[in-house]
């Protein structure tokens, strides 16, 4: 099956600072990739995601971009604010199948006012 | 504003309780899954539904069980509680139609504390 794995663990910047998560995946035919973001008591919520035809796609201050030869994808905050502290997930699934999202472990960002 | 509500929100009771943890959906979607959460942030899925009747388990296994009478509910629940039961418990949604491909809808969870 799918291994996700998801790097660094926690991770703080200071506000205006650039941050990035990395995710590496284990099964090629992996072909979707949404980041989710957590929120303190709250469930996760889709951010972005990149499918496997696409190299990159930004969205405002964050950005995603994937690797399918080195099968690793990355999310990039721009001008972080106090704002996205949270934990942020990556995952990824098939189209066929169960499909069933496969999630890296977390990331907790902190920024630093 | 998500479209899957889970009930309670918190919840703390009795070792050797029977619980049920609603989780509802009003999006149409199939597909509906559950997570525990651990302190240390990892999602571990411990169960899934393709559609009404139909229910698997997940990676991690869990003394838990699932039901699905209807489209829209996916009720958890636990026989008999224990301190080990301890944990986050998160619901969520897909639809199928699409491949999985618009990814999951997560309810707000249910904290359960057993003492």
């Known amino acids: 099956g799918e291994n996700v794995e998801q790097h660094p663990s926690t991770l703080s910047v200071q506000e205006g600072d650039s941050a990035v998560i990395k995710c590496t995946y284990s099964?090629?035919?992996?072909?979707?990739f949404p980041w989710y973001k957590q929120e303190l008591g709250k469930g996760p919520q889709l951010i972005i995601d990149?499918?496997?035809?696409?190299g990159e796609k930004k969205d405002q201050r964050i950005a995603v971009t994937l690797n399918k030869t080195a099968k690793h994808f990355s999310l990039h905050i721009t001008e972080t604010q106090p704002e996205d502290s949270a934990v942020y997930f990556c995952?990824?699934?098939?189209?066929?199948?169960?499909?069933?999202?496969?999630f890296g472990t977390g990331t907790r960002l902190t920024v630093i006012p | 504003e998500a479209d899957i509500y889970q009930t309670p929100r918190y919840l703390v009771i009795g070792t050797g309780k029977k619980i049920t943890l609603e989780c509802s959906q009003t999006?149409?979607?199939?597909?509906m899954y559950w997570y525990q959460q651990d302190p240390g942030m990892e999602l571990h899925l411990i169960h899934y539904?393709?559609?009404?009747?139909?229910?698997e388990k997940g990676d991690l296994s869990s003394e838990s069980t699932v039901s699905r009478i209807r489209t829209e509910h996916f009720p958890l629940t636990l026989e008999s509680a224990r301190p080990s039961h301890t944990s986050q418990y998160l619901c969520?949604?897909?639809?199928?139609?699409?491949?999985?491909?618009?990814?999951?809808?997560f309810g707000s969870g249910t904290r359960l504390t057993v003492v």
């Open positions: 999006m149409g979607h199939d597909k």
């Open positions: 099964d090629s035919a992996s072909n979707y």
């Open positions: 539904s393709y559609g009404v009747n139909s229910t």
């Open positions: 969520a949604s897909s639809d199928p139609r699409t491949g999985g491909i618009y990814g999951y809808t």
């Open positions: 995952a990824a699934s098939r189209s066929t199948g169960a499909n069933n999202l496969f």
């Open positions: 990149i499918r496997s035809n696409v």
